[in-house]
């Protein structure tokens, strides 16, 4: 799952077990908005998934960790992918529902670039091989939850950017997602899978089907 070079001589290839470290190293660069105490905890999670492959087209089962490579081969970015936290909370996703969802909506956990390194394109390589990767596992959708001065970055990726998120799942109507200090940002990547206004929201339609 490596991709061809990319503009300034960066490369991007999917993370291995052994890369536990570096991606740790390199998430030290997102605010994660909590306490530094709480960080190591935060963080376990990745590290208990690079252990978890199989043969889905990501690279460890749900999850999909990538990571950017400069032309020595020195680790300058990353970014994780996989399901939603909120996805768990039965008062949004029913549990029998679950099993669909986490096969066509995928979370953008973490995007990093080493500050030297930014603005040279790394960011855009990541997320369009993120993007490509998932349009071709057959996702619905991407989302992911920022910081409110990344709106315009997001949006010139194509995302919509809300202050939550929404989307409408079958028998269930409207669900709403929302998190005090962080923007939502989503995009579709299916076409039988839309963003429509619903109750005055961008709402994401289509994810599942009834």
Same mark, same amino acid.
């Given at each position: 799952?490596? @991709?061809?070079? @990319? /503009?300034?001589?960066i490369?991007i /290839?999917?993370?291995?077990? %052994?890369?536990a470290? !570096?991606?740790?190293? =390199? #998430?030290s660069?997102?605010? =994660?908005?909590?306490?530094?105490?709480?960080v190591?905890?935060a963080l376990?999670?990745? /590290?208990? @998934?690079?252990a978890?492959? %199989?043969?889905?087209?990501l690279?460890h089962?749900?999850?999909h960790?990538?990571i950017?490579e400069?032309?020595?081969?020195?680790?300058?970015g990353?970014l994780?992918v996989?399901?939603?936290?909120?996805m768990?909370d039965p !008062?949004?996703?029913?549990?029998?529902?679950r099993?669909q969802?986490v096969?066509?909506? #995928?979370?953008?956990h973490?995007?990093?670039?080493r500050?030297?390194?930014?603005? *040279?394109?790394?960011?855009?390589a990541l997320l +369009?091989h993120?993007?490509q990767?998932f *349009? +071709?596992a057959g996702?619905a959708?991407? !989302?992911l /939850?920022?910081? *409110?001065d990344l709106v315009?970055?997001? *949006? +010139?990726?194509?995302?919509?950017?809300?202050?939550?998120?929404?989307?409408t799942?079958?028998? +269930?109507g409207?669900?709403?997602?929302r998190?005090r200090?962080?923007?939502?940002?989503?995009?579709?990547?299916?076409? %039988?899978?839309a963003?429509?206004i619903?109750q005055?929201?961008?709402?994401i339609t289509?994810?599942?089907? @009834?």
């Open positions: 799952m490596n @991709a061809p070079t @990319a /503009r300034s001589g490369r /290839r999917t993370a291995a077990v %052994d890369d470290d !570096t991606l740790v190293e =390199l #998430a660069l997102v605010d =994660l908005h909590l306490p530094s105490a709480e190591p905890a376990a999670p990745m /590290r208990h @998934a690079l978890d492959t %199989d043969d889905s087209p690279s089962r749900y999850n960790f990538l950017a400069d032309a020595a081969g020195i680790p300058v990353l994780t996989g399901p939603p936290k909120w768990s !008062t949004i996703v029913p549990k029998f529902m099993p969802i096969r066509r909506l #995928a979370t953008i973490m995007l990093a670039v500050p030297e390194y930014r603005r *040279r394109g790394v960011a855009r +369009q993120t993007e990767t *349009r +071709q996702y959708a991407l !989302t /939850r920022h910081d *409110r315009r970055f997001y *949006r +010139q990726f194509g995302f919509t950017t809300s202050s939550r998120l929404s989307l799942l079958p028998t +269930q409207l669900r709403t997602v998190e200090g962080w923007k939502h940002s989503f995009k579709v990547l299916s076409p %039988d899978a963003i429509t619903v005055g929201m961008p709402t289509g994810v599942v089907s @009834a």
